[in-house]
């Protein structure tokens, strides 16, 4: 058993009655590494996790998933059941290294990828929440830490996993920590859900009115030849660049962890909605013009993967600014918000088409996105469409806040349930509800 140094210290004032164990002693076999075939073998057959889910995720289940196709003896050997721990062998930051997520109730046959480590809890030893709250805490991270290799690309090995030291509380205390987590994980699930239907929502209301034209008063507009397409009388085909005042990439910042102002980076744009936890944050003052204000759209523009993708912003960031990787376009006065982000929200493969370089240097241009044509109604149409669309805009933003201060409050209590400086409830009511 490898003791490392962030688990030495908290052995030092190991609650009563936990224990240290390696890794290995908790399962109830070896750690396997995933499956690799052959491209004739994909497109069918079981769903596999691939390094997407695992970072995209934190509990793998019914999420869409390429699929791949396995023999019998495959199947039995490299399939998944509920309560699996999966660990990413390799990433290209040191922080992925190892990064885990718990696989919950799979709907059908899944399996997973070659980059990915597979470990099975013994049952009648570990608990396998628990174990993938002790490895997503911060004294689970740095154990990790303590055995990825720092070359090119960051990454575990699963012989070093298994002999992973870590504290482990008697059944019944693991089963009551989980519990107790996992209710933050109902509360921020549930928020989500509503948050899906909602934009769903939003995206219907606007497929409807601008894709399909069945705007109200739709039959007193017949169609006109237009660049492209038929579109409604009295409707107007414009160049994007007509609809901004403000088109520009952020400045290059001086980043300090101390600083007040909150630096967006290509990272914060993800799923078309903006996630501030991989923001930075600098002291430098940031021009006025180059803040981001509530209605901002931001694109990113340079990289692969990555580029096109679209968010606006839709909550008060105070002291904000992007990078130079991020563009921001602010709509002009006579543009409603948000027919303007739903509308620059589904062009975001049109960006992605329109970025030009080599294989990593990709760029999108303020130019190339100054041009993108777009069917664009008269203002009054735009405004009745906001007035409908933002209510629901509005509650999904609601329910990401709610999502943010559950993960904050649930990263808090993390350590101190592991460290057995909190008070658990009762046993007959592991979530603390009713007791």
Not at 146 to 168: E, H, K, M, N
Not at 398 to 412: C, V, Y
Request: with cysteine; proline share 7%.
């Amino acid at each position: 058993m490898t003791i490392s140094d962030p688990l030495r210290a908290f052995a030092e004032n190991l609650p009563a009655g936990w224990q240290l164990l390696s890794f290995e002693a908790m399962l109830a076999e070896p750690v396997r590494n995933g499956i690799y075939k052959t491209k004739e073998f994909h497109g069918r057959g079981a769903r596999v996790v691939n390094m997407g889910e695992l970072f995209g995720y934190d509990f793998i289940s019914g999420q869409e998933m390429k699929r791949v196709e396995l023999t019998a003896d495959e199947e039995k050997k490299n399939g998944l059941i509920d309560g699996d721990l999966l660990f990413a062998r390799r990433s290209l930051v040191l922080e992925g290294a190892g990064k885990c997520s718990l696989v919950v109730n799979p709907p059908e046959t899944m399996t997973f990828e070659s980059s990915i480590i597979r470990a099975r809890p013994k049952p009648s030893v570990a608990e396998p929440r628990f174990l993938f709250y002790l490895f997503t805490s911060p004294l689970g991270r740095a154990i990790m830490a303590s055995i990825a290799t720092r070359t090119a690309v960051s990454g575990i090995r699963g012989s070093d996993l298994t002999q992973v030291g870590l504290p482990l509380p008697p059944l019944p205390v693991q089963r009551r920590i989980a519990g107790i987590l996992s209710a933050y994980d109902e509360l921020m699930e549930n928020s989500q859900r509503r948050i899906r239907l909602l934009e769903a929502m939003a995206r219907a209301l606007y497929r409807e009115w601008f894709v399909h034209f069945r705007f109200p008063g739709h039959e007193k507009h017949p169609r006109v030849a237009s660049p492209l397409g038929d579109i409604p009388q009295g409707w107007e085909v414009k160049k994007l660049g007509e609809l901004t005042a403000y088109l520009n990439r952020g400045l290059s910042p001086s980043y300090d962890d101390n600083g007040d102002s909150i630096v967006i980076n290509q990272k914060c744009v993800r799923d078309q909605r903006l996630n501030l936890e991989p923001a930075r944050r600098q002291t430098k003052p940031v021009p006025a013009d180059k803040r981001v204000r509530f209605g901002d759209v931001l694109i990113n523009s340079t990289g692969v993967g990555t580029l096109g993708r679209v968010a606006q912003v839709y909550q008060a960031l105070g002291e904000c600014t992007v990078d130079t990787h991020v563009t921001i376009a602010r709509p002009n006065p006579e543009t409603d918000l948000d027919f303007f982000g739903c509308t620059l929200l589904s062009h975001q493969e049109t960006f992605d088409r329109l970025g030009i370089g080599a294989t990593g240097q990709t760029e999108l241009s303020r130019t190339s996105i100054a041009n993108v044509d777009l069917v664009v109604p008269p203002t009054r149409i735009q405004r009745r469409f906001g007035e409908l669309a933002r209510p629901m805009r509005a509650a999904a933003m609601t329910h990401a806040n709610q999502i943010q201060n559950l993960r904050r409050t649930r990263d808090l209590l993390l350590p101190r349930l592991l460290s057995g400086q909190a008070a658990l409830p009762h046993p007959a009511s592991p979530t603390g509800r009713g007791a």
